[in-house]
């Protein structure tokens, strides 16, 4: 009979999974994501490292599983789209706002973007998230032929905002109220989703 251990796994331990995200997430926002390694993690937890390579398959994995028990911008956008697509641009800008300004949850995605200045394999990571579940999914909603490339163009507005105002902190816009931020840009949003409103043309008699 095989020895459990020598699979990476412990026995009698349903939460250890459980457990190493906990660690893993402690240290990812302690460390930043360069400083924090497998090993690091699996001390902490009291596992083999092994066992955290079972769970995560990788680094990169172990921070992606991370991020989505703390803070998912495409669970938020998911959410945003339920209610009326007229008011989705200042809605999905607010609320992601919301999401990055929020201490606990937007420490790990200030760690997330952090860490594709240090690992060419998170920037895959951030790249993959925004396409797949951010930009796929908004543009399944819009429809139509250039439906991509509007949703693509609208997330790059929202990173801008968010970046600036939530990581580089720029002022005037990282003091600014969120109601003067909806005035100033939600327009641009709504052009970059839905094109620009064509102007009512009276009839000439």
């Known amino acids: 009979m095989l020895n459990s251990s020598a699979r990476g796994r412990r026995t009698g331990r349903p939460d250890t999974r459980a457990e190493i995200l906990a660690v893993a997430r402690r240290r990812f926002l302690r460390d930043g994501y360069r400083a924090a390694t497998l090993r690091s993690v699996a001390a902490e937890a009291g596992v083999d490292v092994a066992l955290v390579s079972y769970y995560f398959g990788s680094k990169k994995g172990l921070f992606g599983a991370v991020l989505a028990l703390t803070a998912n911008p495409t669970e938020t956008i998911a959410r945003t789209m339920r209610g009326d697509p007229a008011t989705f641009p200042q809605r999905a800008l607010r609320d992601l706002l919301a999401l990055w300004e929020n201490p606990e949850s937007g420490a790990p995605l200030r760690a997330l973007i952090a860490g594709t200045t240090y690992d060419e394999s998170v920037t895959d990571l951030v790249r993959e998230l925004l396409e ?64 620009p409103r064509r102007p009512h043309r009276s009839r000439v008699s």
């Open 132 to 195: 797949r579940e951010m930009i796929d999914t908004i543009a399944g909603r819009l429809g139509g032929a250039d439906a991509r490339e509007r949703a693509a163009a609208f997330c790059a507005q929202i990173a801008g905002i968010v970046m600036t105002r939530c990581i580089l902190r720029l002022e005037p816009l990282a003091s600014m109220p969120l109601d003067e931020i909806e005035r100033i840009y939600a327009p641009a949003l709504r052009v970059a989703l839905f094109g």
